[in-house]
């Protein structure tokens, strides 16, 4: 396989996905958000192969000015009515090549490239390079991917087998995503790992808290977190870095 290339089916089921794909989604997403929580809000941002524009939507409600790219036309028509029912305009999201992106320099003071997208990605070095051009100085890009190392990874269910060996083979660890990063010219300033037990223990969860008012999304992200706390070093199926590009 030389690019994954997602149909509508799919979209629709990671839209909405299992149980155990929402959990994942959610534990990335929490933790996501801890490492930009502390910045100062600066005006735009774009997701770059935003999919179904969760992070577009994410980061609206945050009090950005939310952007988002794919490449798939039927990407943008699922997000697009997405952000449709949140009152978000769909010209917010549109299709276009992450390595040759239609934006001016310095455009957005947040990117964030989740889920793997950069794997997904033909030439991840460009992409990168047109991340630092529409970022502007100061600017910072919040970039997430499964790690193939990890002895639990599983990815979603939504995959198939063939999605999965693709990944494994282009998924970036912490030595190679830094790697293309500083070679990008950004500066590493943050990262964390989610998703941080196994798969079967999360369901175990998810039964366990089913019912409760709180829901099982924001107890599994309370649980991480605590454990990230007490564990600085445990790593997870899924590692997000924060980067910055210099003044
Ligand atoms: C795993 S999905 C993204 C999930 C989404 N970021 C999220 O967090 O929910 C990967 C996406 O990257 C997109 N993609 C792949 N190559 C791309 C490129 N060159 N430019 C923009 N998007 C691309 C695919 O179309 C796909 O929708």
């Given at each position: 396989m030389e690019v994954i290339a997602y149909d509508r089916a799919w979209y629709e089921r990671y839209d909405r996905g299992s149980d155990i794909d929402e959990a994942k989604k959610h534990l990335e997403y929490a933790a996501a958000l801890d490492l930009v929580r502390d910045l100062p809000h600066c005006g735009a941002s774009l997701d770059v192969g935003t999919a179904t524009g969760r992070y577009v939507l994410a980061f609206h409600r945050?009090?950005?000015l939310a952007h988002g790219i794919d490449v798939s036309a039927e990407a943008i028509e699922i997000a697009r009515n997405n952000l449709a029912n949140y009152g978000i305009n769909g010209?917010?999201?549109?299709?276009m090549d992450a390595q040759d992106m239609n934006f001016p320099d310095a455009a957005f003071g947040l990117v964030s490239c989740m889920m793997g997208t950069l794997a997904h990605i033909t030439r991840p070095d460009r992409a990168l390079a047109e991340i630092r051009?529409?970022?502007a100085p100061g600017g910072v890009?919040?970039?997430?991917n499964w790690q193939p190392r990890s002895m639990e990874v599983d990815f979603l269910t939504v995959n198939t087998d063939a999605h999965n060996s693709y990944l494994s083979e282009r998924s970036f660890d912490l030595e190679g995503i830094v790697r293309l990063v500083t070679e990008a010219g950004l500066v590493l300033e943050r990262h964390a790992y989610a998703v941080l037990l196994p798969t079967a223990a999360i369901r175990r969860?998810?039964?366990c808290c089913a019912g409760e008012p709180a829901g099982?999304?924001?107890r599994l992200a309370l649980l991480e977190a605590q454990l990230r706390g007490f564990f600085p070093r445990l790593r997870g199926q899924i590692l997000i870095l924060l980067a910055r590009k210099p003044c």
């Open positions: 945050f009090g950005y010209s917010r999201v549109r299709q051009r529409v970022l890009v919040l970039l997430s969860l998810i039964d099982p999304l924001e």
